[in-house]
């Protein structure tokens, strides 16, 4: 039961605010990127690494790899303006893959137990997404005015990795593309042809580093694993 994961890494970052693509900024003295690849290395059942990257950050990522011995990535295509831009990017360089997972760059904690689900999942099913259920009390508010409190039971957050048959996801975004569709994730991709997409619970730890906050969140994390 093997698959090949898509990381979108073409951002630039700029909530984080740094002057550079987050992705290169250090925890625990290596790159965000490098923690994210080291999951998809180790995992013996992902078969191949693809990369979407900015042109010009191309050659310093491949030498990252190669600094840290990161030997699956097969492409490293041109990322596009947007994240789903990036994605589709690398499945149009994608040969010969059953079950695609799309995982962002950003997000360093995931866990082999959740990806091992997504993966069962998807073969069984066609598409599944990690998330974990909603914490606060939720609210949907327009103009600054509380419109109703939503039931908090039925929300998730949604995280990545998104788990799809690979023939799926590439003719949901063709689709997409086709009539200018720009989802946020790709689940909305594949929803709005009406598939059913799974949920796999997910960790609270799988935080997408995105401000500066959460690269102290994500330095405590690897603090607490360490214990
Ligand atoms: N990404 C991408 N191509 C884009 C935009 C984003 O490949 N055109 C990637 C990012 O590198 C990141 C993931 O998608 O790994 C999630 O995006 P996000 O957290 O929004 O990162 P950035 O777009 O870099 O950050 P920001 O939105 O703050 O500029
Ligand atoms: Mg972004």
């Known amino acids: 039961m093997g698959y090949e994961v898509v990381l979108p ?7 984080m605010g740094a002057g550079k693509n987050k992705l290169f900024l250090p925890l625990a003295n290596k790159p965000i990127l490098i923690h994210t690849l080291e999951v998809f290395e180790k995992d013996p059942k992902c078969t191949g690494i693809y990369l979407a990257v900015k042109p010009e950050e191309r050659e310093y990522i491949q030498n990252l790899l190669n600094e840290y011995g990161i030997t699956k ?5 041109n990322g596009g303006e947007e994240r789903q831009h990036s994605v589709h990017a690398c499945l149009k360089v994608m040969k010969d893959v059953e079950i695609v997972l799309v995982h962002d760059a950003a997000r360093p904690f995931i866990l082999q137990s959740v990806i091992d689900r997504l993966v069962e999942t998807a073969y069984e099913k066609g598409a599944a997404i990690a998330g974990v259920r909603a914490k ?12 109703e409190t939503v039931e908090r039971d039925d929300l998730w957050a949604i995280q990545t990795p998104q788990a799809f048959r690979f023939e799926l996801l590439l003719h949901a975004e063709d689709v997409a593309e086709k009539v200018g569709f720009l989802g946020t994730d790709e689940a909305m991709l594949v929803e709005r042809l009406g598939y059913e997409i799974h949920i796999v619970e997910s960790s609270y730890e799988n935080i997408k580093i995105t401000t500066k906050e959460d690269l102290v969140f994500g330095e405590a994390i690897l603090r607490n694993r360490q214990l």
């Open 73 to 77: 990535v097969k492409g490293l295509p």
């Open 136 to 147: 606060d009390t939720m609210k949907k508010v327009r103009d600054g005015i509380i419109v």
């Open 9 to 15: 890494a073409a951002g630039s970052g700029k909530r």
